[in-house]
């Protein structure tokens, strides 16, 4: 017996087995939620389709968050197979890789474009979808955000910009969302060393920094993250919505 049992559930944003979706999925699934996948460009394919298949996930989906054609698609697909939807997760990201480092000043016009359209506008449009395959049971929609919304991160940029956009975003539509009983909420989690982390100027450090200044003295694990989705997936968080929740070890409440 699951908290999630007989319930189905759509995840974007599996790129390998260390990022934070796949993480949240094995939560889900474990307390048994039947599950789907997309994913982002064919080189992805390979990677996801057979660690969906460890969950026993029959529908493994190409969804560029970019392509009106593409979301449309998956919901098609969704709502042919399953007739209706419990839950998304929004777990993805993207900037252009010279826009997250040096000053946020330099940001270009399309640089700025494609971070706000890949990493915020994308969930109104996942919402959008996923609302009509939701509303006659409810449904929770869960994003990631990072603490660079809300404070100056060194190299984060034009990020910490989006995932701003993403939070508001997550409050506008829990508002619309919240009569039809579908929950909207993001989490802020701490970072962590998935493929949106490699090749970051100054990771290690900020690790460091978080274990030395965090109450809980240590960085948070994917498992910390998984723990939170799988509460606002579930009944548990039946009252709350269009709320940020922060897994982070407490660092963020740390002034001086
Ligand atoms: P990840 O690289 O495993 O996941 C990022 C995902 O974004 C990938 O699966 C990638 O395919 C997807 N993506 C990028 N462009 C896309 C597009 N156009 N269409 C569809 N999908 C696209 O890294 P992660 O750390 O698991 O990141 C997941 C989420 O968690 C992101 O929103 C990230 O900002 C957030 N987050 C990460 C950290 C961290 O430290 N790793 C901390 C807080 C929040
Ligand atoms: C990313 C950049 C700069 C500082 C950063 C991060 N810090 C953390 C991250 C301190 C924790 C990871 N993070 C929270 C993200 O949201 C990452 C998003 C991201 C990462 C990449 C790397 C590769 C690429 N584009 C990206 N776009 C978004 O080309």
């Known amino acids: 017996m699951g908290i999630l049992d007989g319930k189905k559930g759509i995840i974007f944003g599996v790129a390998n087995d260390k990022s934070i979706a796949w993480a949240i999925a094995k939560a889900l699934s474990a307390e048994g939620m039947e599950l789907a996948f997309t994913y982002a460009g064919e080189a992805f394919e390979s990677r996801v389709k057979p660690l969906a298949e460890t969950l026993g996930a029959k529908m493994v989906l190409p969804c560029d968050v970019t392509k009106d054609d593409q979301i449309a698609a998956v919901f098609e697909k969704i709502k042919n197979e399953w007739g209706a939807l419990d839950g998304l997760v929004h777990s ?3 900037a252009k890789k010279e826009e997250l480092k040096g000053e946020f000043l330099n940001t270009s016009r399309d640089g700025f474009a494609l971070a706000l359209d890949v990493s915020a506008f994308s969930l109104v449009a996942l919402a959008k979808g996923a609302a009509p395959l939701m509303e006659a049971n409810g449904g929770s929609i869960i994003t990631l955000t990072y603490y660079g919304s809300e404070k100056v991160v060194a190299n984060y940029n034009v990020m910490g910009v989006a995932k701003a956009a993403l939070e508001t975003s997550a409050k506008y539509l829990a508002a619309d969302l919240g009569p039809k009983n579908i929950r909207v909420n993001a989490i802020s ?23 030395a200044k965090a109450p809980l ?14 509460y606002l997936m579930s009944g548990l ?10 897994v982070d070890a407490g660092f963020s409440i740390v002034g001086i």
């Open 92 to 94: 993805l990201a993207f």
């Open 189 to 211: 989690a701490g970072p962590v060393k998935t493929l949106a982390a490699m090749g970051i100027t100054g990771f290690k450090a900020i690790l460091d920094v978080v274990e």
């Open 217 to 230: 003295k240590r960085n948070v694990s994917l498992d910390d993250v998984a723990k939170t989705a799988l």
């Open 237 to 246: 968080s039946s009252g709350v919505t269009g709320e940020v929740i922060h």
